[in-house]
């Protein structure tokens, strides 16, 4: 009875080993940022296409402009759009009165316009 026991003890624990789910790994490509970085990303986020000359130096004007804030930041709402300058990809929150950017390879920095970049950023988003 004792050998019986062991026996089946032994076919349940390589039955069990054998259906468990295999461990996968994570791909090095997919960090705790893209994570972050996704999360802002929705179907309301538009995605600015900057084409003439004018709207991308307003764009890298604004940028090259704008104020890093202090400290860690987790913002309440999705961004409104989405931009690139450069190699760089930014998130946008504008107001007629604020604007805020976030490049989306650091998600806990923002980075307030210039009054100037806002009037131009918010005439540009709001024409057309």
């Avoid at 300058?85 to 805020?100: D, P, V």
Wanted: charged share 25%; aromatic share 12%.
């Amino acid at each position: 009875m004792k050998k019986l026991f062991i026996f089946f003890a032994i076919i349940s624990f390589a039955l069990f080993g054998c259906s468990q789910e295999p461990e996968t790994k994570t791909s090095e490509s997919v960090t705790e940022k893209n994570v972050e970085e996704e999360a802002y990303v929705n179907t309301k986020t538009i995605h600015l296409e900057l084409k003439e000359s004018e709207e991308i130096a307003i764009f890298e004007k604004a940028v090259s402009n704008s104020t890093k804030e202090s400290g860690i930041v987790n913002m309440a709402t999705e961004p409104q759009y989405q931009f690139n300058s450069g190699k760089e990809s930014y998130f946008l929150w504008i107001t007629e009165e604020s604007g805020t950017i976030m490049n989306r390879k650091d998600t806990h920095t923002i980075y307030i316009l210039s009054s100037n970049s806002i009037k131009e950023v918010y005439k540009f988003v709001n024409s057309g």
